[in-house]
């Protein structure tokens, strides 16, 4: 087992979102924690970052793009509106 720091202000927002959901803050901890591993590597915060910053770039040069929101997402590869 592994000890972490939690800042007061949000352990006591995991208290209270525990308690209405009924069940301890530690299952509400993991539970959050999986969740949020999950989506890391569902969507790939790497080239997600690479992208934007290739796109900043392309603007900053005056080489911008017209593209539907549709298409920027399909070339960031992130899930459509």
């Known amino acids: 087992m592994t ?3 939690i ?3 949000l352990f ?3 208290i209270k979102m525990a308690k209405r ?3 301890s803050t530690d299952k509400l901890i993991n539970e959050a ?3 949020g591993l999950e989506i890391m590597d569902e ?3 790497e080239t ?4 934007l910053d290739e796109a900043r770039e392309e603007i900053k040069s005056g080489k911008g793009s017209r593209m539907t929101i549709n298409e920027l997402a399909d070339s960031l590869g992130v ?3």
Not at 48 to 51: A, L, Q
């Open 79 to 81: 899930d459509r509106p």
């Open 3 to 5: 000890n972490v720091s």
């Open 21 to 23: 959901e009924g069940i």
């Open 48 to 51: 997600f970052e690479k992208s």
């Open 33 to 35: 924690l999986e969740r």
């Open 7 to 9: 800042k007061p202000v």
């Open 43 to 45: 969507y790939d915060c």
């Open 12 to 14: 006591e927002n995991i």
